[in-house]
Protein backbone atom coordinates (compact mmCIF):
# COMPACT_ATOMS: atom_id res chain seq x y z
CA UNK A 1 0.00 0.00 0.00
CA UNK A 2 1.31 3.39 -1.00
CA UNK A 3 1.80 5.72 1.93
CA UNK A 4 2.57 8.69 -0.31
CA UNK A 5 -0.48 11.41 0.11
CA UNK A 6 -1.73 12.01 -4.40
CA UNK A 7 -1.81 15.88 -5.25
CA UNK A 8 -4.78 17.57 -6.77
CA UNK A 9 -4.87 17.71 -10.36
CA UNK A 10 -5.83 21.40 -10.01
CA UNK A 11 -5.58 24.19 -8.39
CA UNK A 12 -7.74 24.36 -4.65
CA UNK A 13 -8.59 27.58 -2.60
CA UNK A 14 -10.13 28.01 1.00
CA UNK A 15 -13.59 28.14 -0.39
CA UNK A 16 -13.15 24.33 -1.21
CA UNK A 17 -12.78 23.15 2.28
CA UNK A 18 -15.40 25.20 3.86
CA UNK A 19 -18.70 22.91 3.98
CA UNK A 20 -22.34 24.49 4.14
CA UNK A 21 -22.84 23.78 7.25
CA UNK A 22 -23.43 26.26 10.32
CA UNK A 23 -20.73 27.35 11.82
CA UNK A 24 -22.48 26.99 15.56
CA UNK A 25 -19.35 28.43 17.95
CA UNK A 26 -20.39 31.65 19.58
CA UNK A 27 -19.58 34.94 18.19
CA UNK A 28 -16.66 35.91 18.73
CA UNK A 29 -14.81 32.23 19.73
CA UNK A 30 -11.26 31.74 18.84
CA UNK A 31 -12.11 29.17 17.04
CA UNK A 32 -13.58 30.58 13.89
CA UNK A 33 -9.93 32.10 13.68
CA UNK A 34 -8.36 28.57 13.64
CA UNK A 35 -11.27 27.17 11.45
CA UNK A 36 -10.30 30.24 8.94
CA UNK A 37 -6.40 29.08 9.19
CA UNK A 38 -7.06 25.62 8.16
CA UNK A 39 -9.51 26.27 5.41
CA UNK A 40 -6.35 28.30 4.63
CA UNK A 41 -3.99 25.69 5.20
CA UNK A 42 -5.77 22.46 3.08
CA UNK A 43 -5.05 24.14 -0.68
CA UNK A 44 -1.50 25.16 0.18
CA UNK A 45 -0.34 21.25 1.49
CA UNK A 46 -0.82 20.40 -2.51
CA UNK A 47 -3.08 17.33 -1.41
CA UNK A 48 -6.07 16.13 -3.66
CA UNK A 49 -9.45 16.75 -1.64
CA UNK A 50 -10.76 14.04 -1.10
CA UNK A 51 -7.61 12.44 0.62
CA UNK A 52 -8.16 14.41 3.85
CA UNK A 53 -9.61 12.88 7.00
CA UNK A 54 -10.16 15.15 9.96
CA UNK A 55 -10.80 13.69 13.38
CA UNK A 56 -12.24 14.94 16.45
CA UNK A 57 -13.25 13.80 19.81
CA UNK A 58 -15.82 16.14 22.10
CA UNK A 59 -15.88 19.46 22.87
CA UNK A 60 -16.48 22.70 20.99
CA UNK A 61 -13.30 22.34 19.22
CA UNK A 62 -14.53 18.55 18.22
CA UNK A 63 -17.24 20.31 15.80
CA UNK A 64 -14.45 20.54 13.11
CA UNK A 65 -15.43 17.45 11.22
CA UNK A 66 -18.52 19.41 10.22
CA UNK A 67 -17.27 22.80 8.95
CA UNK A 68 -14.46 21.29 6.68
CA UNK A 69 -15.30 19.77 3.34
CA UNK A 70 -13.43 16.52 3.51
CA UNK A 71 -13.95 13.47 4.87
CA UNK A 72 -14.13 13.69 8.97
CA UNK A 73 -15.09 11.51 11.72
CA UNK A 74 -16.37 12.65 15.26
CA UNK A 75 -15.71 10.21 17.45
CA UNK A 76 -16.09 10.35 21.36
CA UNK A 77 -14.73 11.70 24.21
CA UNK A 78 -11.07 11.82 24.50
CA UNK A 79 -10.52 9.00 21.85
CA UNK A 80 -9.87 10.97 19.12
CA UNK A 81 -5.96 9.93 18.95
CA UNK A 82 -6.90 6.52 19.19
CA UNK A 83 -9.18 6.58 16.34
CA UNK A 84 -6.30 8.50 13.70
CA UNK A 85 -4.00 6.13 14.73
CA UNK A 86 -6.85 3.25 13.37
CA UNK A 87 -7.32 5.47 10.06
CA UNK A 88 -3.59 6.21 9.07
CA UNK A 89 -2.30 2.83 9.42
CA UNK A 90 -4.95 1.45 7.46
CA UNK A 91 -4.69 4.16 4.52
CA UNK A 92 -1.33 5.73 4.70
CA UNK A 93 -2.43 7.78 1.80
CA UNK A 94 -4.58 10.20 3.51
CA UNK A 95 -3.68 13.32 4.98
CA UNK A 96 -5.10 12.98 8.68
CA UNK A 97 -5.92 15.67 11.19
CA UNK A 98 -7.16 15.85 14.77
CA UNK A 99 -9.26 18.57 15.71
CA UNK A 100 -9.03 18.88 20.25
CA UNK A 101 -9.47 20.67 23.02
CA UNK A 102 -7.28 20.92 26.02
CA UNK A 103 -10.22 18.93 28.10
CA UNK A 104 -10.68 16.65 25.61
CA UNK A 105 -7.22 15.82 25.03
CA UNK A 106 -5.20 16.47 28.09
CA UNK A 107 -7.77 14.48 30.87
CA UNK A 108 -9.80 11.98 29.76
CA UNK A 109 -7.79 11.26 26.49
CA UNK A 110 -4.38 12.27 27.93
CA UNK A 111 -2.89 8.49 27.82
CA UNK A 112 -3.91 8.23 23.90
CA UNK A 113 -2.31 11.54 23.12
CA UNK A 114 1.01 10.24 25.21
CA UNK A 115 0.94 7.13 22.57
CA UNK A 116 0.12 8.87 19.13
CA UNK A 117 2.88 10.87 20.14
CA UNK A 118 5.37 8.50 20.97
CA UNK A 119 4.21 6.69 18.38
CA UNK A 120 5.46 8.85 15.79
CA UNK A 121 1.99 8.47 13.77
CA UNK A 122 2.00 11.02 10.21
CA UNK A 123 -0.68 12.91 11.51
CA UNK A 124 -1.41 17.23 12.44
CA UNK A 125 -2.88 17.63 15.77
CA UNK A 126 -4.42 20.86 16.68
CA UNK A 127 -5.17 21.47 20.23
CA UNK A 128 -7.40 24.12 20.78
CA UNK A 129 -5.99 25.70 24.60
CA UNK A 130 -8.75 28.00 25.82
CA UNK A 131 -7.68 26.33 29.90
CA UNK A 132 -11.86 25.73 30.22
CA UNK A 133 -14.51 23.30 29.15
CA UNK A 134 -16.01 25.02 27.32
CA UNK A 135 -18.99 22.53 25.81
CA UNK A 136 -19.84 21.30 29.61
CA UNK A 137 -20.23 24.89 30.55
CA UNK A 138 -17.41 26.02 32.39
CA UNK A 139 -15.13 23.80 34.54
CA UNK A 140 -11.75 23.88 35.09
CA UNK A 141 -9.56 21.77 33.09
CA UNK A 142 -6.10 20.17 32.85
CA UNK A 143 -4.33 23.81 31.51
CA UNK A 144 -6.81 25.52 33.53
CA UNK A 145 -4.22 28.37 35.72
CA UNK A 146 -3.76 27.51 39.65
CA UNK A 147 -6.33 29.68 41.79
CA UNK A 148 -8.84 30.18 39.12
CA UNK A 149 -12.40 30.43 39.82
CA UNK A 150 -14.66 27.99 37.65
CA UNK A 151 -17.85 26.19 38.40
CA UNK A 152 -15.92 23.33 39.56
CA UNK A 153 -13.45 25.33 41.66
CA UNK A 154 -15.61 28.15 43.78
CA UNK A 155 -12.80 28.84 45.76
CA UNK A 156 -9.94 28.88 42.98
CA UNK A 157 -8.55 25.47 41.58
CA UNK A 158 -6.08 23.60 43.64
CA UNK A 159 -4.28 21.44 41.18
CA UNK A 160 -1.40 22.92 39.01
CA UNK A 161 -1.92 23.11 35.45
CA UNK A 162 -0.68 21.10 32.31
CA UNK A 163 2.04 22.17 29.77
CA UNK A 164 0.79 20.71 26.67
CA UNK A 165 4.49 21.51 25.17
CA UNK A 166 5.98 19.61 28.14
CA UNK A 167 4.31 17.07 27.77
CA UNK A 168 4.31 16.24 24.46
CA UNK A 169 8.36 16.99 24.24
CA UNK A 170 8.53 14.42 27.49
CA UNK A 171 6.72 11.65 25.52
CA UNK A 172 9.41 11.77 23.00
CA UNK A 173 7.72 13.79 20.67
CA UNK A 174 9.36 14.99 17.40
CA UNK A 175 7.30 17.71 16.56
CA UNK A 176 5.97 21.08 18.64
CA UNK A 177 4.44 24.23 17.70
CA UNK A 178 2.73 26.98 19.73
CA UNK A 179 0.28 29.75 18.36
CA UNK A 180 -2.11 32.58 19.57
CA UNK A 181 -5.92 32.79 17.84
CA UNK A 182 -5.62 36.23 17.05
CA UNK A 183 -2.71 35.53 14.25
CA UNK A 184 -4.20 33.16 11.73
CA UNK A 185 -1.39 33.87 9.11
CA UNK A 186 1.26 32.51 11.41
CA UNK A 187 -1.15 29.72 12.56
CA UNK A 188 -1.57 28.71 8.89
CA UNK A 189 1.77 28.82 8.41
CA UNK A 190 2.39 26.55 11.90
CA UNK A 191 0.17 24.43 10.50
CA UNK A 192 1.76 24.16 7.17
CA UNK A 193 4.92 22.99 8.62
CA UNK A 194 2.87 20.25 10.97
CA UNK A 195 1.13 18.71 7.68
CA UNK A 196 4.76 18.50 5.65
CA UNK A 197 6.80 16.93 8.96
CA UNK A 198 6.61 13.31 8.67
CA UNK A 199 4.94 12.17 11.87
CA UNK A 200 3.11 13.60 14.74
CA UNK A 201 2.65 17.15 14.78
CA UNK A 202 1.10 18.49 17.66
CA UNK A 203 0.12 22.10 17.12
CA UNK A 204 -1.50 23.96 20.16
CA UNK A 205 -2.91 26.99 19.86
CA UNK A 206 -3.83 29.73 22.80
CA UNK A 207 -7.52 30.29 22.02
CA UNK A 208 -10.19 32.32 23.49
CA UNK A 209 -13.35 31.78 24.73
CA UNK A 210 -15.12 34.77 25.59
CA UNK A 211 -18.23 32.92 27.65
CA UNK A 212 -16.35 30.91 30.30
CA UNK A 213 -12.60 32.08 30.16
CA UNK A 214 -12.52 35.46 28.29
CA UNK A 215 -9.13 37.06 28.30
CA UNK A 216 -7.61 33.76 29.28
CA UNK A 217 -4.38 34.41 27.51
CA UNK A 218 -4.78 38.22 27.25
CA UNK A 219 -1.43 39.04 28.98
CA UNK A 220 -0.04 37.11 25.73
CA UNK A 221 -2.44 38.23 22.94
CA UNK A 222 -3.34 42.29 23.72
CA UNK A 223 -2.10 44.88 21.60
CA UNK A 224 -0.19 46.30 24.71
CA UNK A 225 1.65 43.41 25.65
CA UNK A 226 1.89 40.95 22.90
CA UNK A 227 5.42 42.68 21.73
CA UNK A 228 7.06 41.97 25.30
CA UNK A 229 4.98 38.66 26.38
CA UNK A 230 5.68 36.57 22.43
CA UNK A 231 8.56 35.38 21.60
CA UNK A 232 7.86 34.32 17.58
CA UNK A 233 10.61 31.86 17.15
CA UNK A 234 12.07 31.29 13.78
CA UNK A 235 14.63 28.27 12.91
CA UNK A 236 17.68 29.80 11.96
CA UNK A 237 17.31 33.54 13.21
CA UNK A 238 18.35 34.91 17.01
CA UNK A 239 15.57 34.37 19.87
CA UNK A 240 14.40 38.57 20.03
CA UNK A 241 11.42 39.85 21.39
CA UNK A 242 9.79 43.53 22.24
CA UNK A 243 9.02 46.38 20.81
CA UNK A 244 12.15 46.84 18.82
CA UNK A 245 13.67 43.26 19.23
CA UNK A 246 15.76 45.19 21.61
CA UNK A 247 15.33 41.60 24.62
CA UNK A 248 16.43 37.92 23.61
CA UNK A 249 17.14 34.73 25.47
CA UNK A 250 21.28 33.84 26.36
CA UNK A 251 21.48 30.56 28.12
CA UNK A 252 23.78 31.02 31.33
CA UNK A 253 24.10 28.83 34.26
CA UNK A 254 22.15 26.01 33.03
CA UNK A 255 18.75 27.94 32.39
CA UNK A 256 17.78 30.47 30.03
CA UNK A 257 17.88 34.59 30.75
CA UNK A 258 16.28 37.43 29.68
CA UNK A 259 18.66 39.89 28.50
CA UNK A 260 18.26 43.43 26.71
CA UNK A 261 21.03 44.05 24.24
CA UNK A 262 23.67 47.14 24.70
CA UNK A 263 23.25 45.84 27.95
CA UNK A 264 25.93 44.79 30.47
CA UNK A 265 27.71 44.14 27.04
CA UNK A 266 25.12 42.05 25.78
CA UNK A 267 25.34 41.89 21.86
CA UNK A 268 23.22 40.67 18.65
CA UNK A 269 25.83 37.64 18.94
CA UNK A 270 24.94 36.57 22.06
CA UNK A 271 21.68 35.88 21.76
CA UNK A 272 20.48 32.10 20.76
CA UNK A 273 19.79 30.81 17.75
CA UNK A 274 17.12 28.85 17.21
CA UNK A 275 17.30 25.03 15.92
CA UNK A 276 13.87 23.22 15.51
CA UNK A 277 15.82 20.95 14.17
CA UNK A 278 18.03 19.28 16.23
CA UNK A 279 17.32 15.91 17.85
CA UNK A 280 18.63 17.07 21.43
CA UNK A 281 15.73 18.39 23.48
CA UNK A 282 16.97 19.92 26.15
CA UNK A 283 16.46 23.67 24.96
CA UNK A 284 12.60 22.66 23.10
CA UNK A 285 11.95 21.74 26.15
CA UNK A 286 13.20 24.92 28.37
CA UNK A 287 11.17 26.69 25.90
CA UNK A 288 8.14 25.02 26.07
CA UNK A 289 8.34 25.66 29.62
CA UNK A 290 8.71 29.42 29.15
CA UNK A 291 5.62 30.97 30.93
CA UNK A 292 4.72 34.87 32.45
CA UNK A 293 5.84 36.62 34.38
CA UNK A 294 9.94 35.12 34.27
CA UNK A 295 9.46 34.90 30.47
CA UNK A 296 7.37 35.56 26.85
CA UNK A 297 5.60 32.61 25.52
CA UNK A 298 7.23 30.89 23.27
CA UNK A 299 5.73 30.71 19.69
CA UNK A 300 5.98 28.93 16.69
CA UNK A 301 7.51 26.00 15.84
CA UNK A 302 9.44 24.91 19.06
CA UNK A 303 10.30 21.51 18.00
CA UNK A 304 10.54 19.68 14.29
CA UNK A 305 12.93 16.79 14.51
CA UNK A 306 12.69 14.34 12.06
CA UNK A 307 12.26 10.71 13.09
CA UNK A 308 10.69 7.23 11.89
CA UNK A 309 7.09 6.99 11.75
CA UNK A 310 4.75 3.92 13.01
CA UNK A 311 3.12 3.34 9.78
CA UNK A 312 5.93 3.40 7.96
CA UNK A 313 7.73 0.63 10.43
CA UNK A 314 4.60 -1.56 9.91
CA UNK A 315 4.57 -1.31 6.36
CA UNK A 316 8.63 -2.79 6.33
CA UNK A 317 7.37 -5.37 8.78
CA UNK A 318 4.62 -6.51 6.23
CA UNK A 319 6.65 -6.19 2.94
CA UNK A 320 9.49 -8.64 5.02
CA UNK A 321 7.47 -11.62 5.91
CA UNK A 322 5.50 -11.35 2.53
CA UNK A 323 8.75 -11.33 0.86
CA UNK A 324 9.60 -14.46 3.27
CA UNK A 325 6.44 -16.35 2.69
CA UNK A 326 4.91 -18.83 0.44
CA UNK A 327 1.41 -18.05 1.64
CA UNK A 328 0.48 -15.03 -1.19
CA UNK A 329 -3.80 -15.00 -0.64
CA UNK A 330 -6.40 -16.55 0.89
CA UNK A 331 -6.22 -20.09 -1.23
CA UNK A 332 -2.77 -20.37 -0.15
CA UNK A 333 -3.61 -19.99 3.08
CA UNK A 334 -6.17 -22.46 3.19
CA UNK A 335 -4.23 -25.10 0.75
CA UNK A 336 -1.68 -24.79 3.51
CA UNK A 337 -0.95 -27.84 5.96
CA UNK A 338 -2.87 -30.56 6.28
CA UNK A 339 -5.96 -30.80 3.69
CA UNK A 340 -8.28 -33.22 2.14
CA UNK A 341 -10.89 -32.44 -0.48
CA UNK A 342 -14.42 -34.52 -0.33
Known amino acids: MSNKIPLSDHPLTKEDF ?20 VAQTFPRTGYAQDHFMVVSGIGCSSRFPYYV ?37 TSIGGNHFIHIIRRNIDLTMILFNNQIYGLTKGQ ?40 VDTNPKLLSDILLQGAQHK ?76 DPYTQDSQL ?5 QMCLPDYP ?21 IESQKAKSSIHCVDDLLRSGDTFEI
Open 18 to 37: LSDQMVKWCPGCGDHAILSA
Open 69 to 105: NTYGFHSIHGRAAAIATGIKITNPALSVWVATGDGDC
Open 140 to 179: YSPTTPQGTVTKTSPLGTIERPCNPGELVIGAKGNFFARC
Open 199 to 274: GTAVVEVLQNCMIFADKAHAAITSKETRDDNQLILEAGKPMLFGKNKEKGLIFEGGRLKVVTIGENGITLDDILVH
Open 284 to 288: HMMLA
Open 297 to 317: VAIGVIRAAAGDTYEDAIEQQ
